[in-house]
């Protein structure tokens, strides 16, 4: 089956640092990957859409300048925290379309970031 | 805009019983998708079962199967013969089938079995 790698799993840094979280599509092809936030005991909550090869397309109140997205091929997206805080401790998961069949496009899920910053 | 409802924050049920996850959503699309996640506690999101819109018939992946009634935006995840290994956060999400057709997703439901 489809597989998404994300990496690091985990990774702990000090505060005004910059983190860079990656996901990647092992054996398909992704045009479009997915950044979602999860705070504990809380749901997904979407904070863009990558589209290789455009800019991303950040939800409202996500700010751009501080969680940057690069989708620079299609089997690779980047999430960048800059100048991280501890506010920005959370846990980032990505997901990937495979594009199947007009209308049948499955999203597939790396296993997440944990990003704690101290 | 999508939202999606799961009413129940915690539910338990033993070993081997049945227990129904609920779950509501509000669209004016006539064609989306609907997804049903599991994610244990290692947080890996799990996809369970999934049902497209236009088909009238509920979708079952062995001991899980839904009930989608259309009309009133409903779609809940029945779980049959529950064993331990259930125990998880269950996420409803729709999803439409266009336009980078994000996902969005419910609260949540926290399924114990217990033995």
């Known amino acids: 089956g489809a597989v998404v790698s994300q990496h690091p799993s985990w990774v702990i840094c000090k505060s005004g640092t910059s983190v860079k979280i990656e996901c990647r599509s092992l054996d398909f092809q992704a045009t479009t990957m997915f950044w979602y936030r999860q705070f504990p005991k809380q749901s997904l909550m979407l904070m863009a859409t990558?589209?290789?090869?455009?800019?991303?397309?950040?939800e409202q109140g996500v700010e751009k300048d501080k969680f940057l997205i690069n989708h620079a091929s299609l089997t690779l997206s980047t999430l960048t925290v800059t100048s991280a805080h501890p506010e920005d401790s959370s846990f980032y998961i990505c997901?990937?379309?495979?594009?199947?069949?007009?209308?049948?496009?499955?999203?597939?899920f790396g296993d997440g970031t944990r990003l704690s910053i101290l | 805009a999508q939202t999606v409802t799961q009413s129940q924050p915690e539910m338990s049920v033993q070993e081997a019983e049945t227990v129904t996850l609920s779950c509501t959503y509000d669209t004016s699309e006539s064609n989306y998708y609907l997804f049903w996640y599991k994610q244990p506690p290692s947080r890996q999101m799990i996809l369970v079962i999934r049902q497209e819109a236009y088909k009238q018939q509920n979708a079952t992946e062995n001991r899980f199967s839904v009930n989608f009634q259309k009309a009133a935006k409903s779609f809940s995840l029945k779980i049959s013969d529950s064993q331990l290994g259930d125990t998880a956060m269950y996420f409803c999400a729709f999803m439409k089938p266009y336009n980078n057709n994000d996902m969005r997703f419910g609260a949540g439901t926290r399924l114990t079995v217990k033995p």
């Open positions: 997901s990937a379309r495979e594009v199947e069949q007009w209308g049948n496009q499955p999203q597939h």
């Open positions: 990558s589209n290789e090869g455009s800019k991303a397309t950040y």
